[in-house]
């Protein structure tokens, strides 16, 4: 596919692509040049770069050589569900459990009732009411349940266990 005749939404889809190839590449610690040494060529820094900025579309086949190189799922770089962020530091990815709403949650609550014990035993933390846990935390809990952080979080809304920061 040339990138002269990608229309809006594939320009769109290829930015996006590459947005994760090169979060990929930078979380891996590696430069573009140290790409093409290390796939003997077979990724040229040239071509992968304009990837990342979206400027070409890469073919299945190439986005299959990529993952496999990084050793990433392909679906990872070209799900159209929406992904969130990870980053430890991500306030916005908190959530604020209510304790007391916890432990009069549904059955279906379990696992996350179980996460929440262990995180209260790793930080010796069991005398308060509120409890909050990390955009990491939410995503590794939704993961357990097969759901979206996103589903989880309407989950917890659902449950009554996030807190009122009103």
Aim: glycine share 8%; charged share 30%; aromatic share 6%.
């Amino acid at each position: 596919m040339n990138e002269s005749k990608l229309d809006p939404t594939d320009t769109d889809f290829a930015k996006v692509v590459g947005e994760r190839l090169r979060k990929v590449r930078r979380r891996k610690q590696l430069s573009l040049q140290a790409v093409e040494e290390r796939s003997g060529g077979a990724l040229r820094a040239a071509v992968v770069g304009s990837y990342e900025r979206g400027d070409r579309a890469a073919s299945v086949r190439r986005l299959a050589e990529l993952a496999d190189f990084y050793g990433v799922p392909v679906d990872s770089l070209v799900s159209t569900k929406e992904r969130e962020t990870s980053q430890d530091d991500d306030d916005d990815g908190k959530v604020v459990l209510d304790l007391n709403a916890l432990r009069s949650a549904p059955e279906e609550a379990e696992y996350l009732i179980n996460f929440v014990t262990g995180v209260q035993q790793k930080r010796n933390d069991f005398g308060g009411n509120i409890l909050t846990i990390r955009s990491n935390d939410v995503w590794m809990v939704s993961s357990v349940y097969g759901w979206t952080a996103g589903e989880l979080r309407e989950k917890m809304a659902a449950w009554g266990v996030i807190a009122d920061q009103g």
